[in-house]
């Protein structure tokens, strides 16, 4: 294991952000982990995963460990089921399509996400009426103060829109190592219960969609609507979808009527931060190398060499101008470093 000091860490984020870890070393067992810590306990850490959902606006004058632990296997199965266990360093959407080839179901309508599998969990990641929650069985991780491992059930997770225990009660003191999905081997639970997915399924003249045909269909929505990364930095949705009260809700769509809307409860209503942004104008604007995506407003863009700080400009402008033409407060997804 190699410490490595002023590492530029422009590829290990989605943005593509150029910005300089202190100092950088990639770990790729969790025995490397453990001694790692234990060795530099007293240093400030940054705990680096696949970079996909961060937006770097300074140096990190820490010590980023970067996840690399490789591997994944099927760890128990019934009848019915496959435990499958990816550890964190795996990425997601290879994952994804390793468990679509062996024919096990519940990952599909989560294809193309960017990012590891170890930081799926921190934020419940979902798409297309799936969330990590709906399949998610266990994971492993290390209490950084301690170095040992402690399991961390799905009850234990505390699982919402977004969020888990690992970005409240437990932040910053645990590093996720591995995770296990409890999947199907049979009698898929196919969803399609986003409208998106149904019509892309139309197109294609599917009429009983297998899981790769999920994927597949997936994958279409995505790159129709979302930048790969790989030819435009982007951190996914910057921001999530606001939860309003109903009462606040019912005053603001009586302006609108045409707002789309998904009723959370009786008394709450969610919103598309995306729809927000289009209306009051962003989609598509550049501003220098930061910029909102023409396709979809919910995701920032780096035109190459944008800061972190100018894209977060961007957005803190976005928020402005929607809660005075909204009075919506709409907050980042990413985390803002
Ligand atoms: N919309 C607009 N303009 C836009 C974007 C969206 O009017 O520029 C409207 C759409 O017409 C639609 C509604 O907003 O009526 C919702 O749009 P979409 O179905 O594209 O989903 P989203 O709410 O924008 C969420 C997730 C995505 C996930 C999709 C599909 C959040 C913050 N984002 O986006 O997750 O892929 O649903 O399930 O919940 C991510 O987290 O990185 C991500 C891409």
Same mark, same amino acid.
């Given at each position: 294991?190699?410490?490595?000091?002023?590492?530029?860490?422009?590829?290990?984020?989605?943005? %593509?952000?150029?910005?300089?870890?202190?100092?950088?070393?990639?770990?790729?067992?969790?025995?490397?982990?453990?001694?790692?810590?234990?060795?530099?306990?007293?240093?400030?850490?940054?705990?680096?995963?696949?970079?996909?959902?961060?937006?770097?606006?300074?140096?990190?004058?820490?010590?980023?460990?970067?996840?690399?632990?490789?591997?994944?296997?099927?760890?128990?199965?019934?009848?019915?089921?496959?435990?499958?266990?990816?550890?964190?360093?795996?990425?997601?959407?290879?994952?994804?399509?390793?468990?679509?080839?062996?024919?096990? %179901?519940?990952?599909?309508?989560?294809?193309?996400?960017?990012?590891?599998?170890?930081?799926?969990?921190?934020?419940?990641?979902?798409?297309?009426?799936?969330?990590?929650?709906?399949?998610?069985?266990?994971?492993?991780?290390?209490?950084?103060?301690?170095?040992?491992?402690?399991?961390?059930? &799905?009850?234990?997770?505390?699982?919402?829109?977004?969020?888990?225990?690992?970005?409240?009660?437990?932040?910053?003191?645990?590093?996720?190592?591995?995770?296990?999905?409890?999947?199907?081997?049979?009698?898929?639970?196919?969803?399609?219960?986003?409208?998106?997915?149904?019509?892309?399924?139309?197109?294609?003249?599917?009429?009983?969609?297998?899981?790769?045909?999920?994927?597949?269909?997936?994958?279409?929505?995505?790159?129709?609507?979302?930048?790969?990364?790989?030819?435009?930095?982007?951190?996914?949705?910057?921001?999530?979808?606001?939860?309003?009260?109903?009462?606040?809700?019912? &005053?603001?769509?009586?302006?609108?009527?045409?707002?789309?809307?998904?009723?959370?409860?009786?008394?709450?209503?969610?919103?598309?931060?995306?729809?927000?942004?289009?209306?009051?104008?962003?989609?598509?604007?550049?501003?220098?190398?930061?910029?909102?995506?023409?396709?979809?407003?919910?995701?920032?863009?780096?035109?190459?060499?944008?800061? %972190?700080?100018?894209?977060?400009?961007?957005?803190?402008?976005?928020?402005?101008?929607?809660?005075?033409?909204?009075?919506?407060?709409?907050?980042?997804?990413?985390?803002?470093?």
């Amino acid at each position: 294991m190699n410490i490595l000091n002023n590492f530029s860490l422009k590829k290990y984020n989605t943005f %593509g952000i150029e910005a300089k870890a202190k100092q950088f070393v990639a770990v790729k067992t969790t025995e490397e982990l453990k001694t790692i810590v234990k060795e530099n306990l007293a240093k400030p850490k940054f705990i680096l995963g696949g970079g996909s959902n961060m937006l770097l606006t300074q140096d990190i004058e820490a010590l980023v460990i970067h996840i690399d632990l490789k591997g994944k296997k099927v760890v128990k199965e019934d009848n019915d089921f496959v435990w499958v266990e990816s550890m964190a360093g795996e990425n997601w959407h290879e994952f994804v399509l390793w468990t679509i080839n062996q024919n096990f %179901g519940g990952l599909e309508n989560m294809s193309l996400i960017p990012g590891n599998v170890g930081t799926t969990p921190v934020q419940n990641i979902g798409a297309y009426g799936t969330e990590i929650k709906d399949t998610f069985a266990s994971c492993e991780a290390m209490n950084i103060a301690t170095q040992e491992m402690k399991t961390f059930t &799905k009850e234990a997770c505390h699982f919402g829109y977004r969020e888990s225990i690992f970005k409240h009660e437990v932040k910053d003191q645990y590093i996720i190592t591995s995770v296990v999905f409890k999947l199907t081997k049979s009698n898929h639970k196919i969803n399609t219960s986003y409208g998106d997915i149904t019509k892309e399924l139309d197109k294609q003249n599917v009429i009983t969609p297998t899981l790769k045909d999920i994927s597949n269909a997936v994958i279409a929505i995505r790159q129709s609507k979302l930048p790969d990364p790989a030819a435009l930095g982007n951190s996914g949705s910057f921001f999530k979808n606001p939860i309003i009260s109903k009462v606040d809700f019912d &005053k603001i769509h009586a302006l609108h009527p045409e707002m789309p809307h998904y009723v959370v409860s009786a008394t709450e209503v969610k919103v598309p931060a995306g729809w927000l942004i289009e209306r009051a104008g962003f989609k598509g604007k550049r501003f220098g190398d930061a910029g909102i995506h023409k396709n979809q407003a919910l995701v920032l863009v780096n035109y190459g060499n944008a800061t %972190g700080q100018e894209i977060l400009n961007v957005s803190k402008d976005i928020q402005d101008t929607i809660l005075k033409e909204f009075g919506i407060a709409i907050e980042a997804e990413v985390n803002v470093i």
